[in-house]
Structures are given as C-alpha cells and as structure tokens.
C-alpha cells in the first residue's frame, strides 16, 4: 500500500462529482407498520414492567426487532409466538396482549404481502 508523501499529494477527484440527495418524499411501507408496532410493544412492556417474565419479554422483543431477524422475516414469527405465551404466562396486563396482537396481524399482512409478490 502507498502512502501519499505530502499534504500537497492529493487524492484523485473527477470534476463531476455527484452526490447522493435525500428524497423529498417517502413510501409508507407495510414494513415500517411492523417496525411501529414492535417499537409499541416495547414501550408497553416497559411502562408495565413487574409482571412475571417481563425482563425476557423484552429481551425477546429486542431480538425480534434486530437486524438479523429483520432480514430473515421468516424467523419473527416464531418470536411472537414467545412473546406472546410469556406475557400470558406473566398475566401482563391487557394493553400489552393488544400490542402482540397488533404485532401479529402486521407480521400476517407482510406474509400476505410478500407470497403475492411475483
């Protein structure tokens, strides 16, 4: 590798340089619904922090919402599944069962979305 000798060496530019711009205007995707919904539930575990297993609740909505599962869809449902078996477990309070619920669906309208895709 070389290394510039000097200040005064400076990097190849062309005289056309071009610029990524940030759009004016952006989609709403069912995707950034189900982003919503997760950031949601976790607000609601949160303010209702103190049932029976809300610690990994929360540890597990984490997961959910990492970048890993994200890109691998198929892998987040088997966490809804979890989630929701341990906050009925903990006997969490019904405006978080709403918030999974909410969750669900969203994931189900992104399954429907995806297998109608060509």
């Not at 990097?11 to 940030?22: A, G, W």
């Not at 088997?78 to 006997?91: D, E, K, M, S, Y």
Request: aromatic share 10%; proline share 4%; with cysteine.
């Amino acid at each position: 590798m070389r290394y510039r000798e000097s200040i005064s060496e400076a990097p190849f530019r062309t005289q056309d340089m071009s610029f990524f711009t940030e759009p004016t205007g952006y989609e709403k995707t069912i995707l950034s619904d189900l982003k919503g919904a997760w950031e949601c539930l976790r607000e609601a575990v949160i303010a209702h922090a103190g049932f029976a297993g809300w610690d990994r609740t929360l540890f597990h909505i984490d997961e959910a919402m990492s970048w890993e599962t994200v890109r691998h869809l198929e892998r987040m449902e088997p966490l809804v599944v979890l989630i929701r078996n341990l906050a009925v477990q903990g006997n969490a309070p019904e405006e978080v069962l709403e918030e999974i619920a909410e969750v669900s669906d969203i994931l189900k309208k992104v399954y429907d979305h995806d297998c109608q895709r060509p």
